[in-house]
């Protein structure tokens, strides 16, 4: 009980500090944004602010969803410790959609590649049609305890919109992040760096061949 009275608490922080944040995205993007913390095993929404375009992605305060399928839960996900990592990829990956990644280590090939982009990204694997991007959120001790995202339908994501959506839900994190009083741990020069003049999406050319598979 105290523990899971903790967890409320920081969840609460969390969503007090990350709200100016999560109101700069919905009104640069006009796109379903939330903000979601690790429970367990599984990736619980704690607040959301959703598009006001009648085709738009949804999802409620309070409910959980996948780690593995979501861009929110691999975001997290991919900065666990290692112990944590292998606990959760021990619970069979439910198949979600036909793009959802269900073998353990493909998923740790595309959770390496997150850990080096600071975005995750979610191509129709938790809701066919979906699409989604996602960045980790870290506390004062350089723990991962939430992920920010912008979640649309695909048909409103082409190239250039997937690469400015990932950049601002990347800069969301790190805003978020020291709201906190934390450190993102990846420098966001470096980050650019890696994918100046890359016209894909970062996580979309760096895990090619990744997603889909079984």
């Given at each position: 009980?105290?523990?899971?009275?903790?967890?409320?608490?920081?969840?609460?922080?969390?969503?007090?500090?990350?709200?100016?944040?999560?109101?700069?995205?919905?009104?640069?993007?006009?796109?379903?944004?939330?903000?979601?913390?690790?429970?367990?095993?599984?990736?619980?929404?704690?607040?959301?602010?959703?598009?006001?375009?009648?085709?738009?992605?949804?999802?409620?305060?309070?409910?959980?969803?996948?780690?593995?399928s979501t861009a929110l839960g691999k975001a997290i996900?991919?900065?666990?410790?290692?112990?944590?990592?292998?606990?959760?990829?021990?619970?069979?990956?439910?198949?979600?959609?036909?793009?959802?990644?269900?073998d353990p280590d493909a998923l740790r090939c595309e959770?390496?590649?997150?850990?080096?982009?600071?975005?995750?990204?979610?191509?129709?694997?938790?809701?066919?049609?979906?699409?989604?991007?996602?960045?980790?959120?870290?506390?004062?001790?350089?723990?991962?305890?939430?992920?920010?995202?912008?979640?649309?339908?695909?048909?409103?994501?082409d190239v250039e919109r997937g690469r400015q959506i990932?950049?601002?839900?990347?800069?969301?994190?790190?805003?978020?992040?020291?709201?906190?009083?934390?450190?993102?741990?990846?420098?966001?020069?470096?980050?650019?760096?890696?994918?100046?003049?890359?016209?894909?999406?970062?996580?979309?050319?760096?895990?090619?061949?990744?997603?889909?598979?079984?």
């Amino acid at each position: 009980l105290v523990r899971l009275g903790q967890r409320a608490l920081e969840s609460s922080d969390v969503r007090t500090r990350a709200r100016p944040v999560l109101e700069a995205l919905h009104h640069r993007f006009n796109e379903t944004v939330n903000l979601g913390v690790f429970a367990d095993s599984l990736v619980a929404y704690v607040d959301m602010m959703e598009s006001d375009q009648g085709l738009r992605m949804a999802a409620r305060v309070g409910v959980t969803d996948q780690m593995h399928s979501t861009a929110l839960g691999k975001a997290i996900l991919s900065y666990l410790p290692a112990d944590e990592q292998d606990r959760i990829l021990a619970y069979p990956l439910v198949r979600r959609t036909d793009r959802t990644i269900t073998d353990p280590d493909a998923l740790r090939c595309e959770l390496s590649v997150i850990r080096q982009l600071g975005v995750a990204e979610d191509r129709g694997e938790n809701e066919v049609g979906a699409h989604c991007y996602g960045a980790p959120v870290f506390d004062h001790q350089g723990h991962v305890v939430a992920a920010v995202s912008v979640a649309s339908p695909q048909s409103r994501v082409d190239v250039e919109r997937g690469r400015q959506i990932s950049e601002a839900v990347r800069d969301a994190a790190a805003d978020i992040t020291e709201r906190l009083g934390g450190r993102w741990p990846i420098e966001r020069d470096w980050i650019e760096s890696q994918t100046a003049g890359n016209s894909d999406a970062p996580i979309q050319e760096a895990a090619s061949g990744v997603a889909g598979d079984d």
